[in-house]
């Protein structure tokens, strides 16, 4: 007799094929990945919006694991208890695997891709990459406050210890229901208490904000500079096409003196409408006039120009970079202008990080507006994601955790910050190091915290039972030897990367082996 599924909704599609269900998962995890890409966007501007502050440290952390957390919480909150038991599995494999994912090979790529010289005293010397890939010549520094957050992050384990101990301990059921209240409870203060310490010490939130605004402002040139075609500025053969850059100036300069003024740059950003940077737009212009004006009489004249713009061409051509259409060629164009205007905001001290000055409604609108979208995507498509999960797990006798905890963290909201995450840190400096790890380890808490709260509530309300043992001395163990690690210490030298890597796969080695030599679960 065929299989059944049923659908999500009683209208969204659904198979009990493998290929089928693992389109469904790309789709569906697809969705959620949007939903909360508007949520990490909507969270940023509210941070941008508001600077750091009581409402900022409380809700921007909580913002972030929004997807995961509605994730947990459906994968049992339906259907018999029975049922509930078995799906389960999927929300642990996620809240499991996206913090392992974070802490080794996310970890570790921004080692290597951050990489430069370490010098004598066993510091990374910003913007120098002579040595190659010496694994012990050669890493990436951090500053010490980031070891701050690494060790926020080593506690937020304590609630997995919590839980864990009764079941290696052999005790009852309502020993283990007590064990999970206590987790839980646990799980929730420490989440509160690490908003509070945000609130309590700013320069978390400052760092956060200098890292969001290195994220707008890239963002917001991708975006514009796709959208508005001006002219052709490669001829078919690859060269600059001087005519095409040449109409580029004109339209630049509206008083047709042949020189470009400030206030002609100024207009042409705020024709571009730079929403996202409205507040960075005579930065954008410095950092213009740095770049363009060579005879530095504060006027970019037509030669300047054309010879400025060739060189960014050249630039590209020397990356590798195809034929471009003028909306490409414009995108690298602006890259240039915000490059100086990047080193320079992230050379930046924390505290000198503040909230936009006099933000207009639609800045608000469009913050609450995209965090009410990602919201309702998030709550929307985590069940089907969940039934599909389940669907693929009975097709392939594979333990849904297994598939969650692998695919998951892939199609959900782990794909946009890593991406991210590397084109920060690939700016080899120990600001910039510093930004990407500290994001890591704050997420990583959030999730260890509120995410597991979360679940925890799940298992106790449903009296569902602890069967996840050693998933958690799973995410104990990464968790431990990267906080520790990050805890005392600021450098990280490149073979650090090597010992991350291995813990992904040794990771699924310990829970298989947990489960099905030991019995743990």
Known sequence: ????????????????????????????????????????????????????????????????VIPEALTVLVSGLSGSRDTAQSQVLTGM?????????????????????????LGPNHDGLDLTNTKGFSLTGTGVSTDPRTTNLARIMAISVIPFIIVGLPNMMKMTHHGQRLAVLMALIVSFLLA???????????????????????????????????????????????????????????????????????AELH???????????????????????????????DTVEEGEFVCGMKRCIHKAK?????????????????????????????????????????PDGWFIAKAVGLLLLGTAMAALFADPLVDAVQNISNATRVPP?????????????SIGEPVFSLMCVSNKRQRTASLTFSELYSGVAMKNTLCLGVF??????????????????????????VGLLASFRTTFPLWTCLVAYAMYPLSLVVVYVLDHVFHWS
């Open 267 to 297: 207009a042409f950003i705020v024709g571009i409408n730079f929403e996202d940077i409205k507040s960075d737009r005579m930065d954008a212009v410095d950092s213009f006039m740095a770049e363009f004006d060579e005879s530095r009489n």
């Open 456 to 481: 925890l509530s799940l298992i106790y309300v449903r009296d569902l039972r602890w069967e996840f043992s050693s998933e958690m001395l799973m995410v104990v163990l990464v968790c431990v030897v």
């Open 1 to 64: 007799m065929a299989m059944m599924c049923q659908q999500s909704y009683g209208f969204l599609p659904c198979t009990t094929t493998v290929l089928g269900n693992l389109f469904l998962i790309l789709t569906y995890g697809f969705l959620m990945y949007k939903g909360a890409t508007y949520l990490s966007h909507g969270s940023e501007l509210l941070l941008e919006i508001m600077g750091p502050g009581l409402v900022a440290g409380l809700l921007v952390p909580i913002l972030g």
């Open 401 to 413: 955790f297994f598939i969650s905890f692998v695919i998951l963290p892939l199609v959900t909201n």
């Open 192 to 262: 509160l208490f690490y908003c509070l310490y945000q609130v309590a010490h700013p320069w978390v939130q400052e760092r956060r904000l200098a890292y969001v605004k290195h994220k707008l402002v890239i963002a917001a040139i991708l975006r514009h500079a796709q959208m508005h075609a001006l002219g052709q500025l490669i001829s078919d053969d690859g060269t600059p096409n001087e005519d095409g850059i040449r109409k580029l100036f004109c339209i630049i300069d509206m008083d047709e003196s042949r020189t470009l003024s400030r």
């Open 318 to 358: 020397s990356s590798s970079m195809k034929k471009k259409s003028s909306s490409k060629v414009l995108l690298f164009f602006f890259l240039q202008i915000v490059k100086q205007e990047h080193d320079e905001l992230l050379d930046k001290p924390d505290e000198e990080e503040r909230r936009m000055e006099n």
């Open 93 to 117: 494999g996620l809240l499991a695997g996206s913090t392992v994912f974070l802490l080794t090979l996310l970890w570790g790529t921004c080692v290597v891709v951050g990489k430069c010289d």
